[in-house]
């Protein structure tokens, strides 16, 4: 096999140009490679000429595996770089393939049926080979993707998707408390009800991102402590005040909880990159 399979590489080195050519205008028209037809010939042209100048080091590498990852990680995180999915990069890698076989049947380099045998045997060593690249590449693809998704979860990630722990009960149960006892002396004993109510989002929002739904409870309760308290003490002030506080109460909680939501699915996601 070596001696047919040199005969093909020897083609591949001799014409990388033309074969590189021939897979540009293929991929830039290619209805599954719709990411490649705005890239300019001299954008691709090198991407293939790279590929087949490493042809004759794939083919007879010894460990094969490493070596794909040396050539086609290079690949897979250019083409990730420019935002070419990873179902278009594959193809395109498959079209390169295709390009070899259909330059040297019209090269008719194999011509008898010894040699057209033997063609068999390489073009099974090169199914090999690129069963290696597709596998690297969506491994890298993988790699960039979960660090990309890492990097923009950020400080997030610290939050999302944990068990709640017995002290975040505990402080968000103090931190009501306390705004009962505020409510208390606010009301009953200053008659007033301005700016202690903007304390309350503390525990909202503690609530909120922790218990996610079942913190809107915490805001359901605080903004009926208001209200009763308002009731039982400030009768003569008008309600209108307390009404709206109650409302953004409701309105903060519902938004953070759904924003925490988000976040959980999104570590969902997350986990299935690790």
């Not at 998707?161 to 975040?168: A, F, G, I, M, N």
């Amino acid at each position: 096999m070596r001696v047919h399979a040199t005969k093909l590489i020897d083609l591949i080195e001799r014409s990388p140009n033309e074969i590189a050519k021939q897979w540009c205008r293929d991929v830039k028209k290619n209805v599954r490679t719709p990411s490649f037809h705005g890239l300019s010939d001299d954008d691709l042209t090198p991407i293939a000429i790279e590929f087949y100048s490493k042809f004759r080091e794939m083919f007879f590498a010894e460990h094969p595996i490493d070596t794909a990852r040396k050539i086609f990680g290079k690949y897979a995180e250019d083409r990730y770089r420019q935002e070419i999915p990873l179902q278009e990069a594959i193809y395109a890698l498959v079209l390169m393939r295709r390009h070899i076989w259909l330059y040297a049947e019209f090269q008719a380099i194999f011509v008898s049926a010894v040699e057209q045998q033997q063609a068999a045997e390489s073009l099974n060593r090169t199914i090999l080979m690129f069963d290696y690249a597709i596998y690297v590449i969506t491994e890298k693809y993988q790699s960039l993707l979960k660090g990309e998704v890492e990097k923009k979860l950020g400080g997030m990630k610290m939050i999302i998707d944990r068990p709640v722990e017995t002290y975040q009960y505990l402080v968000v149960g103090a931190l009501v408390l306390a705004t009962v006892f505020l409510t208390y002396f606010s009301h009953a004993v200053m008659k007033t009800g301005v700016i202690f109510t903007h304390l309350f989002y503390i525990p909202i929002v503690l609530a909120s991102v922790w218990f996610r739904t079942r913190g809107v409870l915490v805001a359901v309760l605080l903004a009926v402590l208001v209200l009763f308290s308002h009731f039982m003490f400030l009768r003569d002030v008008p309600l209108w005040d307390n009404l709206i506080r109650a409302g953004m109460f409701m309105f903060i909680s519902i938004t953070v909880a759904r924003l925490t939501e988000g976040l959980v699915k999104a570590g969902a996601i997350f986990k299935t990159l690790e």
